[in-house]
């Protein structure tokens, strides 16, 4: 099994801010938590569908809860409760949770969320791209700095609760 993203959403003002946040779909790739997207056409169903990252300006970093679902052969879905965060990924074709970084927020995120494992002093969007990439500067739209890059996110197991500590580094919004 691929392992995926794991972001945790440390201070963000879209926990206190309901405009921030965003349902999406994307009808042609699964999005880790983490992924940088941008808002294309608004549906009647208050959902936005996916757009290709042009702008780096009023874009959205995905963050549902994870919760692992898993489809037999009839289609029906279960959620099984598995502990492990890097099992999780949005599904293609199904409604997720996005919210837009504001100037301040900070979110603790797996090395897997971005283009490269070399950390540099910031994180920033990129055209065409899903992920951040790690540049020695802020770019002109949303930028991270790089506040602490020898952190760990924990990760509870079948038996044991954080019994795995996986690579992660702290970002704080410097620029939207």
């Known amino acids: 099994m691929k392992e995926r993203t794991v972001l945790v959403p440390t201070l963000i003002a879209a926990k206190n801010i309901d405009a921030l946040n965003a349902s999406f ?3 042609e790739k699964d999005l880790d938590n983490g992924s940088i997207i941008a808002a294309g ?12 990252v042009s702008g780096l300006h009023n ?12 489809t037999d052969a009839m289609g029906n879905e279960y959620k099984i409760g598995i502990n492990d965060p890097r099992t999780f990924t949005n599904v293609k074709g199904k409604v997720f ?5 504001q100037v301040g927020d900070k979110v603790l995120m797996t090395l897997k969320g971005f283009d490269s494992e070399t950390v540099k002093d910031y994180a920033i969007a ?6 951040l990439k790690f540049d020695d500067a802020a770019g002109e739209g949303l930028s ?3 506040i602490d890059k020898e952190t760990y996110i924990s990760i509870g197991g ?12 702290l970002l704080e919004c410097v620029a939207i």
């Open 158 to 169: 079948a038996t044991n609760i954080g019994s795995q500590r996986v690579a992660a580094v």
């Open 59 to 70: 874009l959205y970093m995905v963050c549902s809860p994870e919760d692992t679902i898993i």
């Open 144 to 146: 991270f700095k790089v």
């Open 126 to 131: 990129e055209a065409s791209s899903n992920k």
């Open 25 to 27: 779909i994307d009808e």
């Open 41 to 52: 056409d608004y549906s009647k169903e208050q959902v936005y569908k996916t757009a290709e």
């Open 97 to 101: 949770s996005a919210f837009r970084p």
